[in-house]
């Protein structure tokens, strides 16, 4: 089925998954990850020993402009908690932060913010997205301020005119700005999601298992999203534990294993071996 619609009926024996991808998209899809080639910016952000009590430690890691930073690993790493505390949702107990060589204190959600960090949680149902409001609401929520006329007034026309904006260019399929976000399909959901820190202007961009619980063709039109990111000068931090995932939309990988890094790999050392040894325990 594709838009409501019965757009095939084949014998098992008759298809292949492409031959089913290509069904459920309404397209061929001859790269499932479309990964563009651009060249590697300034250092944006910089990690020094990062660490949490009893949860990780020894974390360092950098990301330069025009580069997506894999984070790989099993479930229960560390990857997810690392990156809370770094932008404030969680305590960070210790190690340094640098935006463009300059040090940063993060404290709250709203320190990241104003640094220009977005973190696109990998819970976007529960802490992405409030589900019984608009999709107007939910896109400008982060970034009202830039919508007051006089406090505490909003421009709701200035508000509705950029939803729709943001509607068009993210081709989110939804029948107006003041639709629910509770009753759009996964994929659209993670567009608004996307589309609520496009409009903070962020140049850092975190990304929590980015295309969890979204069909095939969702999933496609997020890795051109996050591709049109790196090629406008934007930094990408996506964790992934999908392993070709992160391997076909990765510039470099980082492997963790029990709340510690224990592999780099940059794209001409990928493989599915390697990874796994990493995030086992075994130095990549």
């Not at 990857?79 to 960070?92: F, H, I, N, P």
């Not at 301020?145 to 068009?168: A, G």
């Not at 224990?262 to 493989?271: C, N």
């Amino acid at each position: 089925m594709r838009d409501g619609k019965v757009v095939a009926n084949r014998e098992i024996n008759e298809v292949s998954v492409d031959d089913i991808i290509k069904l459920m998209v309404g397209r061929d899809i001859s790269n499932k990850y479309p990964k563009k080639p651009v060249d590697r910016g300034e250092l944006v952000l910089e990690a020094r020993d990062l660490k949490r009590e009893g949860i990780f430690e020894g974390i360092s890691f950098s990301v330069h402009a025009g580069e997506i930073l894999g984070f790989s690993g099993l479930v229960g790493a560390g990857r997810t908690e690392v990156m809370r505390a770094l932008t404030g949702a969680d305590r960070l107990d210790g190690g340094q932060l640098f935006i463009h060589g300059k040090p940063l204190t993060i404290k709250n959600p709203r320190d990241a913010i104003r640094a220009g960090i977005a973190f696109l949680t990998e819970d976007r149902k529960g802490q992405g997205l409030v589900l019984l409001q608009s999709v107007e609401f939910n896109a400008t929520l982060v970034n009202l301020k830039e919508f007051r006329t006089h406090k505490p007034f909003l421009d709701r026309l200035r508000i509705r005119e950029s939803t729709q904006k943001m509607v068009e260019d993210l081709r989110i399929k939804v029948p107006s700005v003041f639709t629910l976000t509770r009753q759009l399909s996964g994929g659209n959901q993670q567009k608004v999601v996307i589309a609520k820190w496009l409009m903070t202007k962020a140049k850092i961009f975190i990304f929590d298992e980015p295309t969890r619980g979204i069909d095939v063709g969702a999933k496609i039109e997020v890795y051109n999203l996050i591709n049109n990111l790196v090629e406008n000068g934007a930094a990408v931090i996506m964790i992934s534990s999908e392993m070709d995932e992160c391997m076909g939309m990765s510039d470099r990988i980082l492997v963790m294993h029990e709340g510690r890094l224990t592999g780099e790999l940059t794209r001409d050392e990928f493989s599915q071996e390697r990874i796994m040894y990493a995030a086992s325990g075994i130095k990549a």
